[in-house]
C-alpha cells in the first residue's frame, strides 16, 4: 500500500506540473533529491564525477523506476550530484526529455529505441545485432550515446492463467492468431493503451501472425491492472505482459510461444546524448559491471519485490547494489 501511495503522489505531482507547464516541458527542468543515501563500495569515489550535477530519468512503469534508482544510486556513490527524475510518463516523453537535455542518463530498451525512436518496422533478431543497429543509427541521427546493453530481455508476451491454457491447448501466438480468426469472443485480449497502438505491439502482431486486429475482442486496461484480470480469466483471456514480471510467477501466468520471433529484443542500455557522454566517460565506466550484472532472473526478483511483495522501488534497488556489494548502507 505504501508503494501504491507513493506512486499515486508523485504521478499527481507529475500530472499538476504539467498542466502548469506544458509549453516549458512539463516542469521535468530541476528533479528532486534522491530519498535514501549510500556509501562507496566497490563503486570508489571518482574525481572526475566528484560534485557533477546528473539528473537520471525514467519511464513511470516498474522495472524502469528500479532501474532508473540503480543508476542513481551509483552515480551518488561515485560522487555525482544526482537529481532524480524517475517516473517520467511514457516513452516518448521521456525520450524527448533527454533529447532536450532534461535528464542526462537513463535505461532505454533496445527495441523501443528501434522500432519507436528510430522508425523501423522490422526487429533484429539478434540482440547483438540490434544493439549494434541502434546504437549506430541513433548516434548518427540524433547524437545519442548507447553503451553496452544489460544481457536482460523485458520483451513483450501475451501470457493467460492455467485453466485457459488446458481448456483452449495454445501454446504459441500462431494458435493464438487461429483462435481470433476461428472464434474471436474465445480470444478476449487486454492490452494497454501503448501496446494497442504501437508498430512493435499489437498492429504489428497482427500483421506477423495473420489475423485482423479489428477482429480480436480486445479490453484496453492499464498495465499493472491485466496481470490479475488476465489470471482472473473472466474479463481476460489473454493479457499483454512484460516477461521480466513478478507477477507472472506470483500468478502463475502461462507465456504464449513467439513462435515467429516477432517481439523485438529489449534489452535495456544506458544512453546519453554525445556532449555529456564525452564530457563525462566515466559514467559508462561505472554502469558497466551494474548492467552486466543484471540478468532476466535479477531483475525479475527485484519486480516481484515492489508488485508482489509493496516494497518501495528505491529501496529495493539500493538494497540490490548493497547485496551486489557495489554501494554500501549508512
Not at 569515489?45 to 540503480?70: A, C, H, N, R
Not at 523501443?112 to 547483438?128: A, S
Not at 543497429?133 to 493467460?160: F, G, H, I, S
Not at 515492489?306 to 556489494?325: F, I, M, S, T, Y
Request: proline residues 5%.
Amino acid at each position: 500500500m505504501a508503494l501504491r501511495r507513493g506512486l499515486r503522489r508523485t504521478l499527481a505531482a507529475t500530472a499538476l506540473a504539467c498542466s502548469v507547464t506544458l509549453l516549458a516541458g512539463c516542469g521535468l527542468e530541476s528533479g528532486g533529491a534522491l530519498p535514501l543515501s549510500v556509501l562507496p563500495g566497490s563503486i570508489q569515489p571518482v574525481p572526475e564525477l566528484e560534485g557533477v550535477k546528473i539528473t537520471v530519468g525514467s519511464k513511470d512503469f516498474t522495472e524502469q523506476v528500479i532501474l532508473g534508482y540503480i543508476i542513481e544510486f551509483a552515480l551518488s556513490a561515485a560522487g555525482a550530484d544526482v537529481r532524480d527524475l524517475t517516473n517520467i510518463q511514457g516513452s516518448n516523453s521521456t525520450r524527448d526529455a533527454q533529447l532536450d537535455g532534461q535528464i542526462d542518463v537513463t535505461y532505454e530498451y533496445t527495441g523501443t529505441g528501434w522500432i519507436n525512436y528510430l522508425g523501423n518496422e522490422t526487429p533484429v533478431p539478434d540482440p547483438v545485432a540490434q544493439f549494434e543497429a541502434v546504437r549506430d543509427e541513433d548516434l548518427e541521427r540524433n547524437a545519442m550515446v548507447w553503451v553496452e546493453p544489460a544481457p536482460m530481455n523485458n520483451t513483450y508476451a501475451l501470457a493467460m492463467n492455467r485453466q485457459t491454457a488446458e481448456q483452449t491447448g495454445i501454446t504459441t501466438l500462431s494458435q493464438y492468431a487461429d483462435l481470433v480468426n476461428r472464434d474471436p469472443a474465445a480470444a478476449t485480449t487486454c492490452v494497454e493503451t501503448e501496446f494497442n497502438v504501437r508498430q512493435d505491439g499489437f498492429p504489428g502482431l497482427a500483421a506477423t501472425y495473420g489475423f485482423d486486429p479489428a477482429r480480436a475482442n480486445r479490453q484496453i486496461l492499464q498495465t499493472g491492472i491485466i496481470y490479475q484480470a488476465t489470471a482472473d480469466g473472466t474479463q481476460c483471456k489473454f493479457g499483454e505482459v512484460f516477461t521480466t514480471d513478478g507477477r507472472i510467477i506470483a500468478l502463475d501466468l502461462v507465456l504464449l510461444e513467439d513462435d515467429r520471433q516477432f517481439f523485438p529484443k529489449y534489452n535495456p542500455a544506458i544512453t546519453m546524448r554525445k556532449d555529456f557522454a564525452d564530457a563525462h566517460p566515466q559514467v559508462a565506466e561505472v554502469m558497466a559491471p551494474i548492467s552486466d550484472a543484471l540478468t532476466n532472473e535479477e531483475v525479475t526478483e527485484m519486480n516481484r519485490l515492489v508488485d508482489v511483495e509493496g516494497q518501495e522501488p528505491a529501496d529495493v534497488a539500493r538494497n540490490w547494489l548493497a547485496d551486489k556489494g557495489f554501494v554500501t548502507l549508512p
